[in-house]
């Protein structure tokens, strides 16, 4: 198979698993050839191939005794990391499901049951989730769409529509704080990690795990002792554990609440679903959020759960999109 390695299909979007990639790949090359878009691959994927030759040559220098030296280094800068995470934050980041797609759904009852686009035949901004199944997806030309999936209806934008439904879901959420930050039309980072204290235990009351919160084997093996081998001050520690988990739970049951009831809100403003993620930063809770969609939650783990857990077995080529990677710089990060 000829052509850019860069047209290739990224399923990392919600809706496009269990997909035939070598059939659409395929599809994809062979609609693309002699088009601008396919011209434009090719420059591009030169200019990212010297790049990477540059890097493979590069790294050959790098010794075993160079590879050890920066292991310890690191190892030492990620327990200082580790040490001085906060977890104590409630970081939700809401997403809303084919956005742009939804809204013209809504609006044109015809279209909720074809696939369905909005761009036109250079590009696309979003699909529905019976075109994701066909392997279309935003960011891709729609004349290769089409040929993706020849009933693909394509809608053509409009912004200042999704503006003011955008607005509407803004005006939802600030009636629960006024401390987010829209990162597009339809995704938002929001704050809220006042909103549940204030509806938790008072500070003084509530036992402090923004350290806690990273030592859980520790907390599990504390309490182990305790089952095995009592002793005051061990129960002392017991007794400190089981207020931060009861904390915690209470503190979770709270945020998924909120959570859960902006979701409701929204759908009920706009007739449109919301994904969203919670977590301690806004990183996760946007890896978070694209767990569990469409009109979902996903939620950390707990009470004491690495961030690590979140990442660990997500793919590098599923974030290509938030980090700017492509699938030529893999061999590089490997």
Same mark, same amino acid.
């Given at each position: 198979?000829?052509?850019?390695?860069?047209?290739?299909?990224?399923?990392?979007?919600?809706?496009?698993?269990?997909?035939?990639?070598?059939?659409?790949?395929?599809?994809?090359?062979?609609?693309?050839?002699?088009?601008?878009?396919?011209?434009?691959?090719?420059?591009?994927?030169?200019? #990212?191939? *010297?790049? @990477?030759?540059?890097?493979?040559?590069?790294?050959?220098?790098?010794? $075993?005794?160079?590879?050890? +030296?920066?292991?310890?280094?690191?190892?030492?800068?990620?327990?200082?990391?580790?040490?001085?995470?906060?977890?104590?934050?409630?970081?939700?980041?809401?997403?809303?499901?084919?956005?742009?797609?939804?809204?013209?759904?809504?609006?044109?009852?015809?279209?909720?049951?074809?696939?369905?686009?909005?761009?036109?035949?250079?590009?696309?901004?979003?699909?529905?989730?019976?075109?994701?199944?066909?392997?279309?997806?935003?960011?891709?030309?729609?004349?290769?769409?089409?040929?993706?999936?020849?009933?693909?209806?394509?809608?053509?934008?409009?912004?200042?529509?999704?503006?003011?439904?955008?607005?509407?879901?803004?005006?939802?959420?600030?009636?629960?704080?006024?401390?987010?930050?829209?990162?597009?039309?339809?995704?938002?980072?929001?704050? #809220?990690? *006042?909103? @549940?204290?204030?509806?938790?235990?008072?500070?003084?009351?509530?036992? $402090?795990?923004?350290?806690? +919160?990273?030592?859980?084997?520790?907390?599990?093996?504390?309490?182990?002792?305790?089952?095995?081998?009592?002793?005051?001050?061990?129960?002392?520690?017991?007794?400190?554990?089981?207020?931060?988990?009861?904390?915690?739970?209470?503190?979770?049951?709270?945020?998924?609440?909120?959570?859960?009831?902006?979701?409701?809100?929204?759908?009920?403003?706009?007739?449109?679903?919301?994904?969203?993620?919670?977590?301690?930063?806004?990183?996760?809770?946007?890896?978070?959020?694209?767990?569990?969609?469409?009109?979902?939650?996903?939620?950390?783990?707990?009470?004491?759960?690495?961030?690590?857990?979140?990442?660990?077995?997500?793919?590098?080529?599923?974030?290509?999109?938030?980090?700017?990677?492509?699938?030529?710089?893999?061999?590089?990060?490997?």
């Amino acid at each position: 198979m000829t052509g850019p390695n860069s047209l290739t299909l990224n399923d990392g979007k919600a809706g496009m698993e269990g997909l035939d990639k070598d059939r659409i790949n395929r599809i994809i090359r062979e609609a693309s050839k002699g088009s601008k878009f396919f011209q434009h691959a090719e420059k591009k994927e030169k200019e #990212l191939a *010297d790049k @990477v030759e540059k890097m493979l040559e590069e790294r050959k220098r790098i010794t $075993d005794q160079m590879i050890s +030296r920066s292991e310890v280094e690191l190892d030492s800068v990620i327990s200082r990391l580790e040490a001085s995470r906060d977890m104590s934050r409630d970081i939700v980041h809401v997403d809303m499901d084919a956005f742009y797609a939804a809204v013209e759904m809504r609006d044109d009852p015809a279209l909720r049951d074809v696939p369905m686009a909005v761009g036109s035949s250079s590009m696309l901004s979003t699909s529905n989730y019976l075109a994701r199944k066909h392997g279309v997806r935003a960011a891709m030309p729609g004349f290769i769409a089409r040929k993706l999936c020849p009933g693909l209806v394509i809608v053509p934008g409009n912004h200042d529509k999704y503006r003011e439904v955008s607005g509407q879901v803004m005006a939802v959420i600030s009636k629960y704080t006024d401390k987010f930050s829209a990162a597009s039309l339809d995704e938002v980072y929001i704050d #809220l990690t *006042d909103v @549940v204290r204030s509806r938790t235990l008072p500070a003084q009351e509530c036992p $402090d795990h923004s350290t806690d +919160r990273g030592r859980s084997s520790e907390i599990k093996e504390t309490t182990e002792e305790v089952e095995v081998q009592p002793k005051d001050e061990d129960t002392v520690h017991a007794h400190k554990s089981e207020d931060i988990r009861d904390c915690w739970c209470r503190r979770e049951s709270v945020v998924s609440n909120l959570v859960r009831n902006m979701r409701g809100d929204i759908q009920q403003a706009t007739q449109l679903t919301a994904s969203a993620g919670i977590s301690c930063n806004s990183f996760l809770s946007k890896v978070c959020s694209d767990l569990n969609k469409p009109n979902g939650a996903r939620d950390r783990p707990s009470p004491a759960g690495s961030p690590l857990s979140t990442t660990r077995h997500q793919s590098l080529r599923h974030h290509d999109e938030s980090w700017c990677l492509g699938s030529s710089l893999h061999p590089c990060l490997s």
